[in-house]
């Protein structure tokens, strides 16, 4: 059987959106595995544009949604109209779009709060028992979406683990090419560009990650 994955994305850039090597090793690696996807993204601006070049601040905005559809070849849809019915898991990449627009963990910290929409979307596939995955940064927002005790990794930074802790998940010491899984929630978590000093080593993880979502679903 086919399985169809969600996978949501924040924007398009490491710096101010969804990390692009992580998403697009996401997509191969589904491929790979024999399953369909469909990309999704919320349909706003995000918190702010970044120059890619220099890592300053540009005074303009942009559309999650119009950026996001860079990486999905135009085949991208808002997170509004994600039903978990139609799905079978959902991958959520990392990037700092995923703490500075899904949520607002890189200005709050443990006092983040998640969007609404995205919030709704990961909380419908927990409730049916449906695996996630979430990598690099994404994991911040364990906490929120999955309750108490909910294992999770972003690698093994200590001051990041100790602030998404705050909110009342477990925090688990990952290599980067290697997965955290919470059985119980069905949450598959992976490092990622927390901890990976090149492609090959974020594509270990990520690959891995893909891998344990598919099984669990």
Not at 5 to 26: H, K, M, P, Q
Not at 83 to 112: R, V
């Amino acid at each position: 059987m086919t399985r169809n994955v969600a996978v949501i994305l924040s924007g398009c850039g490491v710096y101010d959106g969804s990390e692009i090597y992580e998403s697009v090793l996401t997509l191969l690696r589904l491929d790979q595995n024999g399953a369909s996807y469909q990309c999704f993204a919320p349909d706003d601006d995000q918190h702010h544009v970044v120059n890619h070049t220099n890592g300053e601040e540009l005074q303009e905005s942009r559309n999650m949604l119009v950026e996001a559809a860079r990486l999905a070849r135009g085949e991208i849809k808002p997170v509004t109209e994600l039903s978990c019915d139609d799905f079978d898991a959902l991958i959520l990449p990392g990037g700092f779009g995923a703490a500075k627009n899904l949520c607002d963990f890189a200005f709050k910290g443990s006092d983040l709060t998640v969007r609404d929409d995205v919030m709704k979307s990961v909380q419908a596939f927990h409730s049916a028992g449906k695996p996630v995955g979430l990598m690099c940064i994404a994991p911040a927002m364990a906490g929120k979406l999955f309750g108490q005790g909910v294992q999770f990794t972003i690698g093994d930074d200590p001051d990041t683990a100790k602030a998404v802790e705050a909110t009342g998940a477990e925090h688990v010491n990952c290599p980067v090419h290697d997965v955290v899984v919470d059985t119980k929630n069905k949450l598959v978590t992976t490092p990622a560009y927390m901890l990976a000093g090149s492609i090959s080593e974020a594509a270990s993880g990520i690959s891995r990650l893909v891998d344990k979502v598919l099984e669990l679903s």
